[in-house]
């Protein structure tokens, strides 16, 4: 067999991808754990070995492919066709075509759903709440069970659902959850309970599905040992990337697949897993060997591709600390006499001031702004610094803000796409209904209820008096329902359909009209890709693109400019050169990230991430003091800080430390600092 495809690839890689391939009588290899460090190409092996499972004769309908966004799989697919282009030349793009089971494993989890819905008392017909909607209905249950007027304040909507979601993805018991993660909330155990009770029975009187479902029903057909064994059997090969930031729920539904772990490849590294607020453990990597028998093997890729020699000396350095890992220490072949720095600033003012003079004089020697990133612990940091970049006229793009889904124009065309699919849906039909001027929460919750207890809810509708003050509207509002239902313009053509009867309201409701309309008209074009309306509502749903006019200020297309993430958002990415803002204790790690040993591991972790973002130059920026909220008689109040306790003082030969513009490091005796100019000897001097 031609192995021209492998040539670029390490020994380790190319272990990682022939690992179990080429068995006789079709067998699969048994399960494998790859290890890949930052940098290391993890997502070019995973790759390569779907693609040699191809070459080798694997049926590309029979592998399960499972990343984190549906762009990753879009992404991965491409690059498998071009590995497999160079064996099997225009045979390729067949074979890679059939490769239709990758995905996002809530997206895998919808799809699984809908082909097993009778078999386990589902209307197939189910739509999908985002976290917003089932806040909303959460909201509704709090409310309906008189929790929203109780003596002392009930957690609010978004806290009641966070608690919900945590308790599922973790298979946690709700008041070890409680206990965890909401102290605050432990007095309301009792109520929530019963809350949660209901809103379970709210979303299946409704035919509705949140997030957490698509996972917590998955689980659930795989504890029945037929259906299991006939929905693991559908694949061959089962390959998980970013195994690190999965949670119980999904290690359950793996071991589901493959209770043997024949077949199961798991990717990822267990420096990089910082998802734990979303309820992901870094045991599901660190047990995964020990939950086979024979353990799995594992294979570690530890040649890094990105980032010099001094830079990740100093990363291996910070996660060396750690309590528990796979041992692995990253190299590379990139050598380089410059060493990160440890910039000590005077304050978060000098801190801005420095960053915007480095990224301006790094542009200067021919970096682009795009090839720079300032990352930072929490969004709130960046604040000083997003002033001076725009009083110096510097262009940013901040990630992690609004998602295209958030915007109440897209909403409301998703809604009415929504009601239209399943009229049971109170959130969407409630959020559709009051668009029409005269319709208030009374009216459109008496329409709702005569629906939900209609065996044909469109005939209801029709039916139903037209609300007085809505009369000029109410007509082409049920019109455009009917049109929907009966399907007879078909797709993607119902989305244009939609539009037309709701840019009146549109208009009349929001004064930016015209880029709003931008964003339904895009909606469209994305809408083409899908082949119906289900794939199309799930699917955007689950993995929403990025906004367009709700994010402010952002540069148009072909502009160059600077990078700002939260180093949650930066996961995955890599620039030449990257500052870390306020490393120090307190933010890195964070006060609230701090609690126990194992939050602060994760935040350990945290920092990792960020330094090994850096390919040529890493600025760790530590300000000696913050100024807080508020005047006392002295002026403003500020605390000092201390470099973060991830660097001590055995790590520093690690680093070149920097005082910018002329700020001297606090001692670490704690010693008061030294007095460089006496004022007030001065002030006494001008008057003798």
């Known amino acids: 067999m031609n192995a021209a495809h492998l040539e670029k690839l390490n020994d380790r890689q190319r272990a990682a991808v022939e690992h179990g391939v080429g068995l006789p009588d079709g067998k699969t290899g048994g399960p494998l754990l790859i290890i890949a460090g930052a940098g290391s190409g993890k997502t070019n092996t995973l790759a390569h070995r779907v693609a040699h499972l191809i070459v080798h004769g694997g049926d590309p309908r029979r592998i399960l492919l499972m990343t984190f966004s549906r762009r990753a799989a879009s992404e991965m697919a491409r690059r498998v066709e071009r590995i497999c282009r160079r064996v099997l030349g225009d045979k390729a793009g067949v074979m890679t075509d059939a490769l239709a089971w990758a995905g996002t494993f809530h997206g895998i989890g919808a799809r699984i759903l809908r082909d097993y819905a009778a078999e386990i008392g589902l209307d197939p017909q189910f739509t999908i709440h985002d976290r917003e909607d089932a806040a909303d209905l959460m909201n509704l249950v709090r409310h ?59 979303k299946q009187a409704q035919n509705v599905l949140d997030y957490d479902d698509l996972l917590l029903y998955w689980a659930q057909i795989m504890s029945d040992p037929a259906l299991a064994d006939e929905i693991g059997g559908r694949w061959d090969h089962v390959l998980v990337d970013e195994y690190q930031d999965t949670n119980r729920l999904q290690a359950t539904i793996l071991t589901g697949l493959k209770p043997a772990g024949r077949g199961l490849t798991v990717v990822g590294d267990d420096a990089q897993a910082i998802y734990s607020f979303r309820a992901a453990t870094v045991r599901n990597i660190l047990d995964f060997p020990s939950e086979f028998s024979p353990p799995a093997s594992v294979i570690t890729l530890d040649r890094n591709y990105r980032s010099t020699q001094p830079i990740l000396a100093a990363a291996n350095g910070v996660i060396g600390l750690a309590k528990e890992r796979f041992t692995k220490n990253l190299w590379t072949e990139r050598e380089s006499h410059a060493l990160p720095c440890l910039v000590t600033v005077r304050d978060e003012a000098d801190q801005a001031r420095f960053v915007a003079e480095e990224v301006l004089e790094n542009r200067e020697t021919g970096m682009r702004l795009k090839e720079q990133a300032v990352l930072f612990r929490a969004s709130h940091h960046s604040g000083p610094l997003e002033i001076e970049l725009t009083r110096r006229n510097i262009p940013f793009v901040k990630f992690g803000g609004l998602k295209f889904l958030d915007s109440a124009h897209v909403k409301d065309l998703l809604g009415a796409l929504r009601f239209a699919q399943n009229m049971r849906d109170r959130v969407a039909g409630f959020r559709i209904m009051q668009l029409l001027p005269g319709v208030g929460p009374s009216t459109a919750q008496t329409a709702l209820d005569a629906l939900a207890e209609s065996p044909e809810p469109m005939e209801t509708l029709t039916a139903l008096q037209t609300p007085p003050r809505a009369s000029a509207d109410w007509p082409g509002f049920v019109a455009m329902l009917g049109d929907l239902r009966s399907r007879a313009a078909g797709w993607p053509t119902e989305t244009g359909q939609v539009r037309a009867w709701y840019e009146p309201h549109l ?44 994010q402010a200020g952002v540069p148009l297309l072909d502009e160059d400019y600077l990078i700002l993430s939260t180093i949650h958002s930066a996961k995955g990415q890599e620039w030449k050169s990257v500052f870390v ?100 000897a001065r002030m006494r001097g001008m008057w003798r």
């Open 144 to 202: 309906q069970l008189g929790f929203s007027k109780t003596e002392s304040r009930f957690p609010a909507k978004g806290t009641c659902l966070s608690i919900y979601s945590r308790a599922v993805n973790s298979e946690a018991p709700l008041d070890e959850v409680l206990r965890a993660s909401y102290p605050w909330c432990s007095g309301w155990e009792k109520q929530l309970r019963e809350l949660f009770a209901g809103y379970v029975e709210a």
């Open 507 to 550: 208009e009349r409701i929001h004064e930016d009209f015209e880029m709003r309309r931008a964003d339904l008209l895009q909606l469209e074009d994305i809408a083409a890709g899908y082949p119906s309306r289900e794939r199309f509502l799930t699917e955007l749903t689950l993995d929403p693109p990025d906004a367009t006019s709700g």
């Open 581 to 680: 803002l306020n490393t120090v204790d307190g933010c890195i790690p964070s006060d609230l990230g701090a609690g126990n040993s194992d939050e602060l591991e994760e935040e350990r972790r945290l920092l990792y991430v960020a330094m090994t973002r850096a390919k040529d130059s890493l600025n760790l920026v530590v300000p000696q003091r913050f100024f807080t909220h508020g005047q006392t008689s002295t002026g403003d109040r500020h605390v000092y800080a201390s470099r973060t306790r991830f660097i001590p003082n055995s790590l520093l030969a690690y680093f070149e430390r920097r005082s910018w513009p002329l700020a001297i490091a606090p001692q670490e005796t704690g010693a008061q600092r030294q007095v460089r100019l006496d004022v007030g």
